[in-house]
């Protein structure tokens, strides 16, 4: 296996800085060997490659100096540390072709100096655009010199329409150098045209003349050149701590850009994100959220969210999503959804306000998560697998529900209970996959003659429940007769027309759950008691 990792030659013994390093940059491909003194340090440079080489320039007996100069026999890129700069110190480093200095004493230097590794590695065999005048001068062999320091692979050009097409054959230049005047065009030109032709590819564009002019025109080129789209405009000589400062805060941003681009493209892909304008008209939505509903952006995009509104949502979770939105706060929920073919999905999801510069709500952003496999899960433990009605688990869980509704909102709560008539018969004479289907036949009846706000349950063996919300004595007693009269009514296959018993309750205010299903289960009993085929009141 090919290991990417990066070897760092490091000939300082700061404690602090080296304890940064290791601290700072843990998760970065880079391994620190340190060479404690030169013999272990030329023995290191004879078997060992190196990526770049920090070295404390104020080592004793001007041993700083003489790291330096044999690590650059090695073509290794340096970074020079001091604890202060002199002018002497400067004016000694500023003949060395190190890449930079770092000022290691405070914090501000260390984070320099982590950034210029880490831009180290980022430049590393990354192609860089040259264009200059002549590609022999003086001037651009100064230049090209810099770039090879930062580990860049220059290439360079003298036309302006040379440089459109490289840039056209390789869109991984990043960053382009333009002096003033080119073989073929003026270095203004180019810079505006590579602006103009590839506003998407974040292009670093630096400036630079090498003509001898006076400031004020120095300065008017220089003005010009900025107002051309250049990051940074030099004259003869490249300030390189100047350059290297603004290289690498211009790629620390485009990182960051791209980070937040990928990142951006991430919740595209695979997050469910719709935003509406005040009326609920869909504005955007995310590619993943048109994969789950099967609409593409066209057919969402300027429609109102209710497209994708499924019939059996109640009403009321809407009405109560939109009054907590208008006055300011999020709702969250699980919603049962619609696809474009007519399946459905759920979703829990996140609803929040989204606001302009003066506080004012401009939008709502819907953040949604597929809960349709879970969904799925719970339908199973709550339904009857015979019958596919609800099962006694979502009775116990409905009706308490249903309880503490009917206290909060003063409203009555009625039971009835079924029972088939000699169902045991059915069983011993026609077998159990006949008593089975009297079942599900009874179950689709039953389900049939019930109001939407009524809920069947299956309570076990041949007993069946109906939970009547906001239901009076009478309410009740009509329902239970109208089920009664379509099981009576109903020619059963092989085995013909069956009776059931029927216990009916009224809720009361001292009745505790327990007791209200005791109290029905009471009327069934009765009405098996008293002959069956009957309707019992408790």
Excluded at 56 to 73: M, P, R, V
Excluded at 285 to 293: L, N, P, T, Y
Aim: hydrophobic share 35%.
């Amino acid at each position: 296996m090919i290991s990417h990792t990066k070897n760092i030659l490091v000939a300082d013994t700061d404690i602090h800085l080296i304890a940064f390093l290791q601290e700072e940059i843990q998760n970065r491909q880079f391994h620190y060997s340190f060479a404690a003194g030169y013999d272990y340090l030329v023995d290191q440079l004879e078997n060992e490659t190196f990526f770049a080489a920090i070295v404390d320039f104020e080592l004793e007996n001007s041993e700083g100096d003489k790291f330096i100069d044999y690590i650059i026999t090695k073509n290794i890129p340096t970074i020079a540390t001091v604890n202060e700069m002199s002018v002497a110190q400067y004016n000694t480093l500023s003949r060395y072709p190190i890449i930079d200095y770092v000022i290691k004493s405070n914090l501000a230097g260390k984070k320099y100096l982590r950034d210029l590794l880490q831009g180290l590695e980022y430049f590393y065999h990354k192609h860089i655009l040259v264009c200059c005048n002549a590609s022999c001068s003086p001037a651009s062999e100064s230049i090209l010199r810099l770039f090879r320091s930062l580990l860049f692979r220059p290439i360079l050009t003298t036309s302006a329409y040379d440089a459109l097409r490289i840039l056209d054959e390789d869109e991984s230049i990043k960053i382009v150098y333009v002096n003033e005047t080119l073989h073929d065009q003026e270095g203004l030109w180019l810079c505006r045209e590579i602006k103009n032709r590839y506003p998407s590819r974040d292009i670093i564009l630096f400036g630079g003349s090498k003509m001898a002019m006076d400031l004020q025109q120095f300065e008017k080129l220089k003005g010009e050149f900025f107002k051309s789209g250049v990051t940074d405009f030099f004259g003869e000589s490249i300030d390189k701590e100047r350059f290297n400062t603004h290289l690498l805060n211009t790629t620390k941003i485009l990182k960051q850009k791209k980070s937040l681009g990928s990142y951006i493209q991430t919740v595209e892909r695979y997050v469910l994100i719709s935003i509406t304008n005040l009326n609920g008209i869909i504005l955007y939505a995310s590619d993943a959220f048109c994969d789950i509903c099967g609409y593409s952006k066209e057919e969402l995009i300027g429609k109102s969210h209710n497209i994708i509104r499924h019939p059996d949502m109640d009403p009321s979770i809407f009405k109560d999503l939109w009054s907590t939105l208008k006055s300011g706060k999020g709702w969250k929920g699980e919603v049962k959804n619609r696809k474009k073919n007519g399946d459905h999905y759920w979703v829990s999801v996140s609803v929040e306000p989204m606001y302009d510069d003066t506080g004012s709500v401009i939008a709502y952003q819907s953040v949604r998560f597929d809960i349709t496999d879970r969904k799925r899960v719970e339908e199973l433990l709550i339904t009857d697998r015979l019958t596919g009605i609800f099962n006694r688990r979502k009775f116990d869980e409905v009706l308490h529900y249903e309880f503490s509704q009917r206290k909060r909102r003063e409203k009555d709560l009625a039971l009835i209970m079924v029972d088939f008539d000699h169902f045991k018969q059915i069983n011993d004479t026609y077998g159990h996959q006949t008593g089975d289907n009297v079942l599900i036949q009874t179950a689709k009846l039953m389900h049939a003659s019930i109001r939407s706000s009524d809920s069947l349950y299956r309570w076990g063996g041949e007993e069946f429940c109906i939970i009547c919300p906001s239901t009076d004595s009478e309410g009740v007693m009509n329902l239970a007769a109208k089920v009664k009269t379509a099981i009576n009514e109903c020619d059963f296959c092989t085995i013909g027309r069956q009776t059931v018993s029927l216990g009916v309750a009224l809720a009361q205010e001292e009745d505790t759950v327990d007791l209200f299903v005791k109290r029905v289960d009471t009327a069934l009993y009765k009405a098996k008691f008293l002959g069956r085929n009957r309707i019992e009141w408790e």
